[in-house]
């Protein structure tokens, strides 16, 4: 069982509300547009990342102002949460603020006693990297992983797959704006490792997209353009808007654009009515 699949207990009508949401957010089911409501904060939590997946950014952003984090570690995943949201669409150096904030509330030191506890410390700091990264601080970048990895050496585990396989994603982006090809591809494989091991379909195709940017880092070009109109296409399917406009831009970046393609701008454009330029 995925640690993103343990929620409070609930009672009545509420117990298939929470499998549900946690199947949109981490699992099979993440194209689901009737989500159900949220009872409490950890389902509110899960239908905010739904939905934000699906590009739903206002509707994210409400979402997880209904209910008060039950924890400071659900408190601090919520603000990595919304970090993520602003790095989607390049806004880096606000998401810092977001991410700066969950470190104040898990903190750095002492024990990670719960399981949110470690997801919730390993994703402030996968989240600074990816910040720094995004910025140019490339020596930040690394201290955070690094930091990172050392947690994860101390409580890993297959119920931590999603903090590994986000500090994986990191590390290939890292190793690719460094121009490392043959790094950015071995961590997009311990990626794609982990990800076949899941059942969040959001993050298999994620995991590709990463796959598809090494490879073109690499100078597999036309693998990597292969690659990307698959997860185009499989992002569409599901209903992940942000990741069919990356995987778009990909495709374009290649030059392996279908005509019958919707284009990166008009996805784009898409993702702003839905709220991309005021998430956070």
């Known amino acids: 069982m995925h640690s993103v699949s343990k929620s409070s207990p609930v009672t009545g009508k509420s117990d298939s509300i929470g499998p549900a949401l946690r199947e949109a957010a981490f699992g099979v089911d993440p194209g689901r ?9 950890r389902q509110s939590w899960c239908r905010g990342v739904a939905l934000a997946g699906q590009g739903r950014y206002n509707a994210a952003r409400v979402e997880l102002r209904r209910f008060r984090p039950t924890s400071q570690a659900l408190e601090s995943l919520y603000e990595s949460t919304r970090a993520s949201w602003l790095r989607q669409i390049g806004r880096h150096r606000l998401a810092r603020g977001f991410d700066g904030r969950a470190v104040f ?3 750095l030191t002492g024990e990670a006693r719960t399981t949110d506890a470690v997801e919730a410390r390993s994703d402030a700091l996968v989240g600074l990297a990816a910040d720094a ?3 140019g601080r490339f020596g930040f970048a690394d201290a955070f992983l690094a930091r990172n990895a050392e947690l994860l050496s101390v409580r890993g585990g297959s119920d ?3 903090p590994a396989l986000r500090a994986h994603w990191v590390a290939a982006e890292l190793a690719m704006m460094r121009g490392d090809g043959s790094g950015a591809l071995r961590h997009a494989e311990s ?3 982990l990800a ?3 059942d969040s379909l959001r993050h298999r195709i994620k995991t590709d997209l990463v796959m598809a940017a090494a490879l073109s880092c690499a ?3 036309e693998r990597a353009r292969a690659g990307a109109v698959d997860v185009a296409c499989a992002a569409a399917m599901h209903g992940l808007l942000p990741l069919r406009w990356a995987a778009t831009m990909l495709c374009e970046g290649t030059g392996g654009a279908d005509p019958n393609m919707v284009p990166a701008r008009d996805l784009g454009a898409a ?4 709220g991309g330029s005021a998430v956070g």
């Open 160 to 162: 931590l797959w999603r």
């Open 219 to 221: 100078g597999a070009t």
């Open 105 to 107: 509330l898990i903190g």
């Open 271 to 274: 993702l702003e009515r839905l």
């Open 133 to 135: 990264l995004g910025t």
């Open 191 to 193: 990626a794609r490792a």
């Open 33 to 41: 547009t009737d989500l159900p409501a949220a009872t409490d904060a």
């Open 196 to 198: 076949d091991d899941t």
